[in-house]
T-cell receptor, first 116, second 114 residues
Framework: GAVVSQHPSWVICKSGTSVKIECRSL??????MFWYRQFPKQSLMLMAT?????????EQGVEKDKFLINHASLTLSTLTVTSAHPEDSSFYIC????????????FGPGTRLTVL | AQSVAQPEDQVNVAEGNPLTVKCTYS??????LFWYVQYPNRGLQFLLK??????LVKGSYGFEAEFNKSQTSFHLKKPSALVSDSALYFC????????????FGTGTRLQVFP
């Protein structure tokens, strides 16, 4: 149980294009989803917290107009990197929480974004 | 503010030997502590958590962690390491009451040698 999927697992795009990453909770309803960014050999940096049906809460320093987050249902959240640039290249990981009685988050497998 | 520290960037251990990955925390109030493991190019997998109760918490894959309030530590342990345990390990603490946010440590790379 508590499986989270991400799609795509990797993507390569040209500078200036937008990329959408999907995060799905497959066997539970996630009231809260989190988006992280991870640079090589570094820890996870929380980008934003999204709650179903409401606007995402962004961490300080994260541009909300560049990283659009939509949490349209209890099983799906999307992160859109708009007008991507090479410095946006990173490993993006989502997680889901809020399952009844559990405090841990369940993580997706991650999406490797490379912007040329 | 809540925080966790992982003082070791890397831990090396021979297969079959016991392993310990260290974590210390700083919180206001009762700590909710977690350990996750990350394999290359993968997301994080939940290993175990401490919320309340017994100080020794048992988790997945034979791992356990000992909560020590006086030393504000939550070290991850395993009696006998496997080569397949080689991965990146993260300690995390919940960022206070009323939030599901986690604060992660910087990670410790565990290398188990055959």
């Amino acid at each position: 149980g508590a499986v989270v999927s991400q799609h795509p697992s990797w993507v390569i795009c040209k500078s200036g294009t937008s990329v959408k990453i999907e995060c799905r909770s497959l066997d539970f309803q996630a009231t809260t989803m989190f988006w992280y960014r991870q640079f090589p050999k570094q820890s996870l940096m929380l980008m934003a917290t999204s709650n179903e049906g409401s606007k995402a809460t962004y961490e300080q320093g994260v541009e909300k107009d560049k990283f659009l987050i939509n949490h349209a249902s209890l099983t799906l959240s999307t992160l859109t990197v708009t007008s991507a640039h090479p410095e946006d290249s990173s490993f993006y990981i989502c997680s889901a929480g809020g399952t009844s009685g559990l405090l841990e988050q369940f993580f997706g497998p991650g999406t490797r974004l490379t912007v040329l | 503010a809540q925080s966790v520290a992982q003082p070791e960037d890397q831990v090396n251990v021979a297969e079959g030997n016991p392993l310990t990955v260290k974590c210390t925390y700083s919180v206001s109030g009762n700590p909710y502590l977690f350990w996750y493991v990350q394999y290359p190019n993968r997301g994080l997998q939940f290993l175990l958590k401490y919320i309340t109760g017994d100080n020794l918490v048992k988790g997945s894959y034979g791992f356990e962690a000992e909560f020590n309030k006086s030393q504000t530590s939550f070290h991850l342990k395993k009696p006998s390491a496997l080569v397949s345990d080689s991965a990146l390990y993260f300690c995390a603490v919940r960022d206070g009451l009323g939030t599901d946010k986690l604060i992660f440590g910087t990670g410790t790379r565990l290398q188990v040698f055959p």
